[in-house]
C-alpha cells in the first residue's frame, strides 16, 4: 500500500455547444429520412485521417460533426466533433457508434433506431450552452486499464446524488470522461470561503443527508467509494450536493475489496482496519462519512490537524479518536462516534445514518 495522499485528477471545465456545422457537412436533422450516401453529415469510404482533416476546415464552426463508415468493417461507424476548448488540447472528439441488431448506442445511455435518429439527437441536446466537466485521462501516470474501470463504474452507478456521466470517449488518446458540471465547485473550498463559513449547522446537516443518500444507493449496489470527503463532494448553484470522483471506487466481491499491492490510500479518511486487513467494505465508507462529518462542522479543516500521516496511523492504533468540535452539538458528535466504532461491523449503515441525521 502507498500511505501517500491521493492522486488527484486534471479536469477541466468545458463548454459543450451547439452544432454550427456548415451546410457541406450537415443536412437538416428533421427532414424526411434518405438514405445514409444523400445525408450531407455522411461521409462513405473515408479514412480515420481523412475525416480528422476534413472536420479541422475553417470553414467548419466548433462544434461541427460528421458520422464515417469504417473502411475496413462494413457496419461501423464513428462520430468525430470539432474540438472543443484548445486548453485540453483535443482537437476532434471521437465516438464510436456501437451497432446492434435494435440501434445504434454512442454513451451508456442513449440508444438510436438510426443514424439520423442519433444526429437528431445530437442537434437537440446542444440547442443550448451546456457547460460539462472533462476528466483526461493522464497517459503518463494512469494506465489505460485503471481508467477504463473507472469509466465501467460510473456507468454502473446512476443516481441523483452522484455526479451524472453524459459521455465517454475511450477510442482515442487522451480518454476522456464527460460529467455534468457542478457550478459550486467542491464542498471543501465552498465550506472555506467566506459564504461557506456563514453556513448553519441545520443546512451542514442537510449537506451530510444529501450525501447519505447517494452511499446508500452505492451500499445497497455493493460498492465502495473509498475516497468520501468534502473535496470530492460537488456543489451545484442551488447547493445540491452530489458524490464525484470515482476513481478509487470499486465492486465489492464477497463483501469487500482486496487492496492491490502499491495501491494508494487517502489516509486521514481511512478506517484503522483497512490498514491491517489491507481490504475495504462499505463499513470503511462509513468510517470516512464520520470523517465527513468533522469536516462540515469545522468548515472544511483537515482531520487530525498538526499530524502526519505517521502519526495519524500511531493516533488511531492507540485507539484515539479526535474530539468534538467547537460548534459541534453532542447529538452530531455522537452520529461521529458512531462511524468510528473499532468493530467495523458495529457501525450503523448509511441508511441509519441518515435516519439518525434526520432525526437528531
Known amino acids: 500500500?502507498?500511505?501517500?495522499?491521493?492522486?488527484?485528477?486534471?479536469?477541466?471545465?468545458?463548454?459543450?455547444?451547439?452544432?454550427?456545422?456548415?451546410?457541406?457537412?450537415?443536412?437538416?436533422?428533421?427532414?424526411?429520412?434518405?438514405?445514409?450516401?444523400?445525408?450531407?453529415?455522411?461521409?462513405?469510404?473515408?479514412?480515420?485521417?481523412?475525416?480528422?482533416?476534413?472536420?479541422?476546415?475553417?470553414?467548419?464552426?466548433?462544434?461541427?460533426?460528421?458520422?464515417?463508415?469504417?473502411?475496413?468493417?462494413?457496419?461501423?461507424?464513428?462520430?468525430?466533433?470539432?474540438?472543443?476548448?484548445?486548453?485540453?488540447?483535443?482537437?476532434?472528439?471521437?465516438?464510436?457508434?456501437?451497432?446492434?441488431?435494435?440501434?445504434?448506442?454512442?454513451?451508456?445511455?442513449?440508444?438510436?433506431?438510426?443514424?439520423?435518429?442519433?444526429v437528431k439527437y445530437y442537434c437537440e441536446l446542444n440547442d443550448s450552452f451546456v457547460r460539462v466537466s472533462v476528466k483526461v485521462q493522464n497517459v503518463g501516470q494512469s494506465s489505460d486499464n485503471s481508467f477504463l474501470r473507472e469509466v465501467s463504474v460510473r456507468k454502473a452507478l446512476q443516481h441523483d446524488r452522484l455526479v451524472q456521466l453524459l459521455g465517454?470517449?475511450?477510442?482515442?488518446?487522451?480518454?476522456?470522461?464527460?460529467?455534468?458540471?457542478?457550478?459550486?465547485?467542491?464542498?471543501?473550498?465552498?465550506?472555506?470561503s467566506d459564504l461557506g463559513r456563514q453556513l448553519e449547522l441545520v443546512l451542514l446537516i442537510d449537506f451530510a443527508i444529501q450525501v447519505a443518500d447517494g452511499m446508500i444507493y452505492m451500499e445497497e449496489n455493493c460498492y465502495v467509494h473509498r475516497d468520501l470527503r468534502s473535496a470530492n463532494i460537488l456543489l451545484s448553484d442551488t447547493l445540491e450536493c452530489k458524490?464525484?470522483?470515482?476513481?478509487?471506487?470499486?465492486?465489492?466481491?464477497?463483501?469487500?475489496?482486496?487492496?492491490?499491492?502499491?495501491?494508494?490510500?487517502?489516509?486521514?479518511?481511512?478506517?484503522?482496519?483497512?490498514?491491517?486487513?489491507?481490504?475495504?467494505?462499505?463499513?470503511?465508507?462509513?468510517?470516512?462519512?464520520?470523517?465527513?462529518?468533522?469536516e462540515l462542522v469545522t468548515y472544511g479543516q483537515s482531520p487530525y490537524p498538526g499530524l502526519n500521516f505517521a502519526q495519524t496511523l500511531d493516533f488511531l492504533q492507540n485507539g484515539l479518536r479526535m474530539q468534538c468540535p467547537v460548534g459541534c452539538t453532542e447529538e452530531l458528535y455522537a452520529v461521529m462516534s458512531m462511524c468510528w466504532t473499532e468493530n467495523p461491523w458495529s457501525r450503523p449503515s448509511f441508511k441509519q445514518l441518515r435516519e439518525l441525521l434526520e432525526n437528531r
Open 1 to 118: 500500500m502507498d500511505g501517500t495522499e491521493e492522486e488527484k485528477e486534471r479536469s477541466e471545465n468545458v463548454y459543450l455547444t451547439k452544432p454550427e456545422a456548415s451546410e457541406e457537412m450537415m443536412s437538416d436533422p428533421n427532414s424526411q429520412i434518405r438514405p445514409l450516401e444523400e445525408e450531407r453529415w455522411f461521409f462513405n469510404g473515408m479514412s480515420a485521417k481523412e475525416a480528422e482533416r476534413a472536420i479541422l476546415e475553417a470553414e467548419n464552426k466548433e462544434g461541427s460533426f460528421l458520422i464515417r463508415e469504417s473502411r475496413s468493417r462494413k457496419g461501423c461507424y464513428a462520430l468525430l466533433v470539432k474540438h472543443w476548448d484548445p486548453k485540453l488540447d483535443v482537437r476532434v472528439i471521437n465516438y464510436r457508434i456501437s451497432s446492434s441488431p435494435s440501434g445504434y448506442y454512442i454513451n451508456p445511455k442513449v440508444k438510436f433506431i438510426n443514424l439520423q435518429e442519433l
Open 168 to 192: 465517454v470517449v475511450t477510442q482515442s488518446q487522451p480518454m476522456l470522461i464527460i460529467s455534468e458540471f457542478m457550478t459550486q465547485g467542491n464542498l471543501n473550498g465552498y465550506l472555506r
Open 243 to 294: 458524490i464525484g470522483d470515482f476513481s478509487f471506487a470499486q465492486k465489492l466481491k464477497d463483501d469487500r475489496y482486496i487492496l492491490l499491492k502499491n495501491e494508494k490510500i487517502a489516509v486521514k479518511w481511512t478506517a484503522p482496519e483497512v490498514f491491517k486487513e489491507e481490504s475495504h467494505t462499505a463499513k470503511s465508507d462509513v468510517w470516512s462519512f464520520g470523517i465527513f462529518l468533522m
